[in-house]
Each structure stands twice: as C-alpha cells, then as structure tokens.
C-alpha cells in the first residue's frame, strides 16, 4: 500500500463511520477490489481504522462521556449508564464469537467470496434502514405506540445485541443500532445519540483484540498511522456534516446499491 492509498482509506473511513453504510464494509470493499489487499488482511485493517473515528468521538462527547464514567464508577446509574452498561454487555456476548468465527475463516475466503459476503450485508443494513424509517411513520398512521421518553433494559439488550451482530462488514454499527432503536420507538434524535455513546466501548473492546495482531505485521507503522490520521481529522471536520446529511438522504437504499454492486463483483469475478 502507497501513502496515498492509506489516506485515501482513512479519509473514507472518517466519513463512512458516521452513516448507516458500514464503513468496514466500505472500506473492505476499496482495500479488497482496488488496492488488492487479502480479504484477512482487509478485515483487521478496517478495525484498526476505527482508532482515528474513536479519537474523534471521544473529543466529540468527552464531556457526555466523562459524566457517565464518573456516575458509573460511583454506581450512580441512570438512564445512559444502565444502557450503557447492558448494551456493552450484550455487545460483547454476541460480538466476540462472531469476531472470532469470522476471523478465522475470513483467511479461507477469496475476494469474490468477501465481495458477496458484504453485498448481502449491505443489502440487509438497507432493508433494515428502511423498515426502521418507516415505522414510526405506521404507528403515527395507526395511531399506535408513541415515541417513548426513556430506554429501558430491554431496549438496551436489544441495540447491544444489534451492534454485536455488526461486527460482520457490511452490517452498518449505527444503521443496526439506530435502526432497532427507532422500531422500539425511541425518538429519533435520542437514538442517535445514544447509538453514538454505546460505539465508544464497542471500538475500544475491538482494538483491544486486534492491535496486538496488527503491531506484528511486516509493513511500515507509520501507512496504518497516516489512516488514522486521515481517519481522526476528517470525523472532526465531517461529523456535524454527515449527522445533518443523515435526516435528509435515504440512505437504505445506498445501502441496497452498493449491495448488488458488491454481489455483481462477486459473481463476475467467479465466472472470470
């Protein structure tokens, strides 16, 4: 990989990391197709870019972040802090083996199979997208359930269990975790928020099982470091950008685009 390209991948990283599109998925498919990385090498590439979107999350929301921490080592837990807390919990119990299973079969995977595998996710985070668009419109319709004030535990467990599954590139992290908030009838403005609090231990407990791996790799530290970089400035820059970007485009079905792009990549590199 050339400087050039490890910015490149850290500038798609900064911006893909803040929209429902999985940028693990993103960048895969661009580490994969264009740069012709190893499907392996690829997946432990894009978690590690996840350092420079945490860097900026974490300057993001170290006031918010700091006052949970605070509270929740003097256990004096509310809302954010019990939802904090079980759906990390969750996160990890439904992520970990899925990181393991795919780590260690992702090895065994040709990019054609790769491709396919983050083409079919895409197209999922897409229909999940949309459906989750779409329900508090039905319940407004039918004059049903409305918008709850408070989470609860269950609604904790179910967006850890959301983002656990995540872990799979392809499967967007915020689409999945936004997406089942907003079915369970969390305001829209509460679930982004909150999908964005729960990200900060779910990257950290990512780093920690794959940069022990990365700091054995024979190529230069500092192409990873100019990703993170890349990856750190332009979530500072593009983050207000793209949460105002978010309201207005439909994203499910960029999602359900670069799906069957990926699936045609797939099935034109095995008839080839």
């Known amino acids: 990989m050339e400087y050039y390209q490890a910015v490149f991948i850290g500038i798609l990283q900064g911006i ?25 090498d690829a997946y432990s590439y894009s978690l590690i870019l996840h350092l420079g979107t945490l860097m900026a999350l974490l300057f993001k929301f170290r006031y918010d972040l700091g006052k ?22 969750f996160t990890g119990l439904i992520g970990l083996p899925l990181y393991k299973g795919f780590k260690s079969i992702v090895s065994s995977f040709n990019p054609e199979a790769v491709n396919g595998i983050i083409g079919i996710a895409l197209i999922l985070t897409g229909i999940m997208l ?37 872990v799979i590139p392809g499967i967007s992290r915020s689409g999945m975790t936004i997406g089942s908030l907003l079915l369970l009838g969390i305001k829209q403005e509460k679930a982004v928020r909150l999908s964005f ?13 794959e940069l022990p791996e990365a700091s054995r790799t024979s190529e230069p530290l500092s192409l990873p ?41 797939s099935l034109v590199g095995v008839l080839t």
């Open 68 to 89: 949970i921490m605070f509270k929740l080592l003097l256990f004096r837990w509310e809302e954010e802090e019990k939802f904090l807390f079980y759906s990390t919990l």
């Open 197 to 209: 609090l729960m990200a900060a231990p779910a990257i950290i407990g990512a780093l920690f099982l």
């Open 130 to 166: 949309k459906k989750s668009q779409e329900a508090p419109l039905e319940r407004l319709e039918k004059g049903l359930k409305k918008e709850k004030d408070e989470v609860t535990i269950v609604d904790a467990i179910i967006a850890g269990i959301a983002q656990g599954v995540a």
């Open 225 to 265: 470091l100019a990703s993170i970089l890349s990856a750190f400035i332009v979530s500072l820059l593009m983050l207000e950008l793209m949460m105002k970007l978010a309201k207005r485009l439909n994203f499910s079905r960029f999602c359900i685009f670069f799906g069957f792009i990926a699936l045609i990549a």
């Open 16 to 40: 893909t990391e803040w929209l429902p599109i999985s940028s693990s998925g993103q960048v895969m498919l661009s580490l994969i197709n264009f740069i012709r990385i190893s499907p392996e």
